[in-house]
């Protein structure tokens, strides 16, 4: 296993829109490992293939609070929304910024686990907002692009500081 490099924003290859995973092989088994760890070390509960730079639908999730409930979502399609909450995000693409975003309060989400077996879950609270911050990935959108142009403005320039600062 290996910790990958993740992207920060305003790294435009954020902005790409992932192709559906064709088969789920031992490759893509050993890419869900490697963003477990990824994960898991940054400290972070979602990590979109597209944030570590792997164009392909693929997100795990673990908002459990002993970090040991990973959740696979390949190739994955809200079926259903339902409801509105508004939640304060944070992304590990975009390190220390935290802003509300309003989003579906319920989803009906279906996809294939990393045996490639097709179910379909019901998420609610921050589940459904960690499905939907990451599936934003998958199609190229980062969260702080539901924020208000200014906001995006400062948040781009803070994190271009950071960048060189490093």
């Known amino acids: 296993m290996a910790i990958l490099d993740i992207l920060n924003y305003p790294d ?17 088994r050993a890419l869900i490992r490697d963003m477990a760890e990824t994960m898991y070390d940054a400290p972070g509960i979602g990590l979109a293939a597209t944030q570590v730079n792997q164009h392909i639908q693929l997100l795990i999730i673990d908002t459990s609070e002993t970090k040991d409930q990973l959740q696979v979502f390949i190739n994955p399609k809200i079926l259903e929304r339902d409801g509105e909450q508004v939640y304060e995000e944070g992304c590990l693409s975009v390190p220390g910024i935290y802003e509300s975003v309003t989003r579906a309060e319920k989803v009906l989400v279906e996809a294939m686990d990393e045996q490639g077996k ?3 879950l019901e998420a609610h609270g921050l589940l459904s907002v960690c499905i939907q ?9 980062v969260f702080v692009e539901y ?4 906001k995006r403005n400062r948040i781009k320039h803070k994190m271009l500081k950071q960048k060189r600062g490093k």
């Open 12 to 28: 435009p290859r954020l902005h790409t829109v992932a192709k559906p995973v064709k088969e789920v092989n031992a490759t893509i």
């Open 147 to 150: 924020l208000s142009p200014l």
């Open 118 to 120: 097709l179910f379909t």
């Open 133 to 141: 911050h990451e599936m934003d990935h998958l199609q190229g959108k």
